[in-house]
């Protein structure tokens, strides 16, 4: 041990980060190395914080203007004015079947929002808080990807359950998001900080509900634009749930701040980086008490279905088979397979994109532009640009014959919206600017491509075939998923550890764009005739 560090004055910089009991000492002097951020965690700079909020206002509006013209063009062409159809397991809600699928689309959804909420509740403290706690960024990165680990251990119960037992898939949901969150704030009482890992992996166990709902949306509604467009209301409850995460820690703070004691706090949970996160744990302990309740007194089972049974999408898809009398067997495996293949390398790809722009949007604006304090609001702005997006994009499906025209479209935008993210020269408000709207466009191009491929893979699948069927298709998926969660806050953070740039984020997200374009390039094509 360097006997020079022993001499370092801790004092005034444990007083600058509010930190003055034994234990912050301790932790502070365990993650010494870790070098203090240049600017302030607590403040913003008041000029390039106007310059962000005119910016995001701006690019609000302009979404919105695009939204309105698209949904009156849409509404002006529906062609002989009737509604589309509506799925078959939802044409007769008078019967019991259907009202118990449709009643648990609604709270597998309302899962899926809130399965998505606790995992980006933690992004802004892992990206300020938390590597003052534990000694880096790296290690930061870590404890919020162990969320991944929990929801591979799940997996197995939540395929044994699967559609037919749908109650306790969601209150294996609740009891996950309970005992974590729990464990998390004790510990957070107490001064420790092992059990705060072991907290959040267990809480991950609850992200099995995710391929849950994916189960339902492959298995009870019909092929093409009909379970396109359900997997899209399932990934509207993802982006709402990735919102409100980033929104909610910083509007606990507020609350916090100016209805409760400051001293009560600050006895409750004796280390101050510690403080934003136990808020956080402390939400989500209401809810899952809110939600077991309600499971348990509201929830209606729905009839179980028969074995085998895909509802009219499996029907439809049982007919199409038949009728490739023509095609070759073997091809139609090696084409499933390729699509398959694909679905899964884009869909880890998509989703890292996604949550390595998060968190490398954390590290950026908090340190590079000095905007600590609304940074987790931007990112939540950029997520309620992604619902209107969504929806835009619903209502254009329904006038797109092909989906494929779709990915290709959205692709390009992305392409040419990540290609101007990088920083010449040192960070102005113009650069800020052009981030957070570069950042806005590509995220949204990339994050709505989600359930395109999987949707022409589900219409691929081979329902005979022990691992090219629908269900392992999302189980494939799913993996993939929460892959994402644990590599990309580590990767990120471990760059942002090495290079605090702009364009080191910038260059991650270049190259995995490009390779994903590839791939989807040679795998879907638009219809030629």
Not at 431 to 442: D, M, N, Q, R
Request: glycine share 8%; with cysteine; hydrophobic share 50%.
């Amino acid at each position: 041990c360097d006997a020079s560090l022993l001499q370092v004055p801790l004092r005034p910089a444990l007083q600058t980060l509010g930190m003055a009991s034994p234990r912050d000492e301790l932790l502070a002097i365990a993650g010494h190395g870790l070098a203090l951020p240049a600017c302030s965690m607590t403040e913003s700079d008041p000029h390039m914080l106007g310059v962000a909020r005119t910016t995001l206002i701006a690019t609000c509006i302009m979404m919105m203007c695009l939204a309105a013209l698209v949904f009156f063009w849409s509404s002006t062409h529906r062609g002989d004015g009737q509604e589309p159809p509506r799925p078959q397991a939802f044409e007769d809600s008078l019967t019991g079947a259907a009202r118990g699928r449709r009643h648990a689309f609604r709270w597998a959804n309302v899962a899926v929002l809130f399965c998505n909420l606790n995992y980006c509740i933690v992004f802004p403290s892992g990206a300020q808080g938390m590597p003052h706690v534990l000694g880096s960024f790296t290690a930061a990165g870590l404890w919020v990807g162990l969320y991944a680990v929990g929801a591979l251990f799940a997996l197995p119960v939540f395929m044994l359950a699967g559609v037919r037992q749908t109650k306790s898939a969601l209150v294996l949901h609740g009891v996950s998001v309970f005992v974590g969150n729990g464990l998390m704030l004790a510990a957070m009482h107490s001064g420790l900080v092992w059990p705060i890992f072991l907290g959040r992996g267990i809480c991950g166990m609850e992200a099995g509900i995710k391929y849950f709902a994916d189960n339902l949306n492959s298995y009870l509604t019909s092929p093409g634009k009909e379970r396109l467009r359900a997997m899209f209301s399932t990934r509207m409850a993802t982006a709402t749930g990735n919102a409100a995460g980033f929104f909610v820690p910083p509007f606990l703070q507020w609350l916090v701040l100016n209805a409760m004691p400051h001293g009560y706090i600050n006895t409750i949970i004796p280390i101050s980086s510690l403080r934003s996160e136990a808020l956080c744990a402390a939400f989500m302990l209401v809810y899952a008490v809110a939600f077991l309740l309600g499971v348990l007194a509201l929830f209606e089972s729905p009839e179980p279905l028969e074995e085998g049974k895909e509802g009219k999408g499996g029907a439809e898809a049982r007919q199409a088979t038949a009728g490739r009398q023509g095609e070759d067997h073997q091809q139609a495996v090696w084409r499933a397979a390729s699509l398959f293949s694909a679905t899964i390398f884009t869909n880890f790809t998509r989703i890292f994109i996604t949550f390595a722009w998060k968190s490398g949007s954390l590290f950026v604006l908090s340190h590079s532009y000095c905007i600590a304090t609304v940074a987790s609001i931007v990112i939540c702005i950029v997520e309620l640009g992604l619902l209107l997006c969504r929806n835009v994009l619903d209502a254009l499906s329904k006038h797109t014959s092909d989906i494929a025209v779709l990915q290709r479209t959205l692709e390009m935008i992305g392409l040419v919206a990540v290609a101007l993210m990088f920083r010449i020269g040192s960070a102005t408000p113009a650069s800020l600017s052009l981030y957070l709207v570069t950042s806005f466009v590509f995220y949204a191009a990339n994050t709505c491509q989600s359930g395109v491929m999987q949707t022409i893979s589900t219409d691929a699948a081979i329902a005979e075939h022990s691992y090219l069927n629908k269900k392992m298709l999302n189980v494939y998926c799913f993996i993939a998923h929460v892959t994402t969660w644990l590599l990309a806050p580590a990767a990120t953070s471990a760059l942002m550890q090495v290079s605090l740039h702009q364009n080191t984020l910038a260059a991650l997200l270049v190259a995995l764009t490009v390779i994903q374009v590839l791939i989807t390039f040679t795998h879907v094509r638009p219809k030629t005739g």
